[in-house]
């Protein structure tokens, strides 16, 4: 029996912030992969080795956890005043199914480089030495990120001095704007989808719970760490190692997203695993990184721990931290009670590996809050360019 050889296609894998991703050219990828539908989550899922029931991705380019299990398509903008078009994939690590209803923000830091490197910004807005700004459309979501990407020498600069929790060697620093990162769209098209910053949130087991769901980032819930017996400072194998827990976290998140307006009703969680995330929140306490680097008290504004595709993240997602940020900013929300007094518009929350300030703008118009940028800095580098090799369908 003659078997066909496997396909080569044009990719390269890269670190962006606290994740890694294989990133393609959209006008590289097979024809019938180059539009949306079944072929292209076929490949994709491929590509990464998913789904895979032994949860490994042995037979593949993801690192099987949610971090890991990510794709990303760039294109020449077909929006007016932007450089690139950014489409993200999150790719299911046990089961077959790619989520295409969110950005991620760790990634976002490495889209700008990695479109100055493959020609997608126009040469003359290169600087041999300084600062390239380039402006990004995302496209899952609708909104625009403004990428401020180091150039040395003509080339994208990757080696610095820049450290960043979560990741073990410092890089150069990459600083994203996202603007107008509330209302996507969905929930009724508001920051606050329900018209509240606080809700009580009725999960059938778990009892009560005084949440704030927020459309800003990407769609998240935020709880109370007391509220479910929890103090904010776990690690991933505290959550993690506990199927309990986990399966209380899914409850959670599948009724805020009803409630949010995401989904018409409880099952339809299973086929939307990116969105919205659930989140605990908790003031300052000491703890212990998943590094051993101590984090006091007086580093952070509060404590958060987010959980991922069913996992507690290891650091914190980018598009989430945007969501605590806008969220820390807003007087009555969940987030706001757990941080200590804030004089200005960033927070520095401590998580699992660390520490992270990000920023945030937002401001009241009649009645309705709004947030009209977030601003952090993350780092990216190239790990491995060339061809993915995949076999056929």
């Known amino acids: 029996m003659a078997y066909a050889p496997q396909l080569r296609i044009p990719a390269t894998y890269m670190r962006g912030g606290t994740s890694k991703g294989v990133f393609f050219r959209l006008d590289e ?7 949306p539908g079944a072929a292209r989550d076929a490949l994709l899922m491929r590509v990464i080795g998913s789904p895979d029931p032994y949860g490994k991705h042995t037979d593949g380019m993801g690192g099987a956890t949610s971090s890991t299990s990510k794709c990303v398509i760039i294109s020449k903008s077909a929006v007016p005043g932007h450089d690139v078009d950014y489409l993200y994939g999150q790719v299911a690590i046990d089961t077959a199914f790619v989520d295409w209803s969110g950005n991620c923000g760790n990634l976002s830091s490495a889209v700008g480089p990695f479109a100055i490197a493959n020609g997608l910004v126009d040469p003359a807005r290169v600087p041999q030495d ?11 979501i609708g909104k625009t990120i403004v990428a401020h990407v180091p150039v040395t020498g003509g080339q994208v600069q990757e080696t610095g001095d820049f450290e960043l929790d979560g990741v073990t060697f410092p890089a150069a620093e990459i600083q994203l704007e996202f603007l107008g990162p509330a209302d996507e769209g969905e929930g009724g098209g508001a920051m606050f989808p329900t018209g509240k ?12 719970l005084q949440v704030t769901m927020i459309n800003a980032g990407i769609p998240t819930v935020f709880v109370d760490a007391a509220a479910l017996g929890l103090e904010g400072t776990e690690l991933q194998d505290a959550i993690n190692g506990d199927p309990a827990r986990l399966a209380m976290f899914e409850s959670i ?11 018409d009703d409880i099952a339809g969680a299973a086929s ?12 300052p306490k000491d703890y212990t990184a998943s ?20 996992k507690l993240h290891h650091a914190m997602m980018g598009t989430c931290a945007v969501a605590i940020a806008t969220a820390a ?47 952090m800095s993350r780092s990216a580098r190239v790990l491995m360019e060339g061809q993915v090799r995949v076999l056929p369908a």
Do not use: Y
């Open 130 to 140: 300084g600062m390239c700004t380039v402006r990004i459309w995302q496209a899952n």
């Open 329 to 375: 900013a807003v007087p009555g929300t969940v987030v706001r009670r757990a941080s200590k007094g804030r004089e200005s518009g960033a927070v520095r929350f401590g998580h699992p590996s660390g520490t992270l300030r990000v920023g945030a703008e937002a401001r009241q118009v009649d009645g309705q809050w709004q947030v009209t940028r977030a601003v």
């Open 29 to 35: 990828l097979p024809g019938d992969a180059q539009v």
């Open 272 to 283: 939307r695993q990116h969105t919205p995330k659930v989140a605990f929140v908790a003031p």
């Open 253 to 263: 998140r599948a009724h805020a997203a009803v409630r949010m307006g995401l989904i």
């Open 197 to 208: 910053v606080e809700d009580t949130l009725d999960v059938p087991g778990v009892g009560a």
């Open 291 to 310: 590094s051993g680097k101590p984090v006091r008290a007086d580093d952070v504004d509060l404590l958060v721990r987010a959980l991922s595709m069913g």
